[in-house]
């Protein structure tokens, strides 16, 4: 995922995947003989509260400096001039503005922080609400190569990133979207839940499912 000279852009949604995403790699470029760069952005959807202070405390005592991009697409998301998903409208803007910060700082690596849950739960929202078959892989190329976005945490579970957080101590910042509670992937999450205590093979099964494709047994396009 990372090679030698890479300057990365690190998305620090103040969640804590991307906070524990930050911190790992952080640790791992003191030691790493690896040498790469790091460059926390934070896209702010504009609705009232935190909007990055604790993200960019937490990045000065990294060493890190991090740039905070101050956007209204959060409000315009839940307002009526938008026909669509607000996660869809709110991630796809999101998305955009974080290529275009990685064109204008040099950076050919984009880090996000989806998890092994999270890579399970777009499988479910692609077949649910896509009808596709899909998900989010460790490493993706973009417009030619000319990005790539890794995920250095897409083997880890989410209970095992919550518990390092834990450990090591990191801030916990409140998701101030009206929708976080209602959305897509909540209704996934909460279904999968109901069925990971039914039977505690059924997560591991379902993840490795993803790389044990039989496409003779799929339907033809």
């Known amino acids: ?16 995947d991307s906070l524990v995403l930050l911190w790992m ?4 470029q003191r030691w790493s ?25 937490f990045c000065e005592e990294l060493g890190l400096t991090l740039k905070v991009v101050y956007t209204d ?10 026909l669509e998903n607000p996660c869809f409208f709110c991630s796809r803007r999101r998305r955009r503005r974080l290529f275009e910060i990685a064109e204008t ?47 250095p945490l897409a083997y880890a579970p989410a209970a095992t ?18 929708s976080a509670e209602h959305s897509r992937r909540r209704q996934i999450r909460d279904l999968l839940a109901g069925l990971y205590r039914t039977n505690r ?7 490795n499912a993803l790389r044990n494709v039989k496409c003779e047994y799929l339907l033809k396009p």
């Open 161 to 178: 990133v919550r518990r390092l957080a834990g450990e090591v101590g990191l801030p916990r910042i409140a998701n101030p979207c009206p």
């Open 33 to 57: 003989p690896v040498p790469y760069s790091l460059s926390p952005v934070y896209i702010d959807p504009g609705f009232p509260g935190d909007r990055g202070q604790t993200a960019a405390a």
């Open 73 to 82: 697409d959060g409000i315009r998301a839940h307002s009526p001039e938008n």
């Open 25 to 28: 790699l952080r640790e791992r």
């Open 105 to 151: 700082d040099g950076c050919r690596k984009m880090a996000l922080g989806h998890n092994q849950d999270d890579i399970i739960e777009t499988f479910f929202i692609n077949v649910c609400y896509a009808g596709e078959i899909g998900t989010m892989v460790p490493a993706q190329p973009f417009f030619g190569h000319r990005f790539v976005v890794i995920r």
């Open 1 to 16: 995922m990372i090679q030698a000279g890479d300057r990365i852009l690190v998305a620090v949604s103040g969640g804590t």
């Open 201 to 207: 093979k059924i997560r591991g099964n379902v993840f």
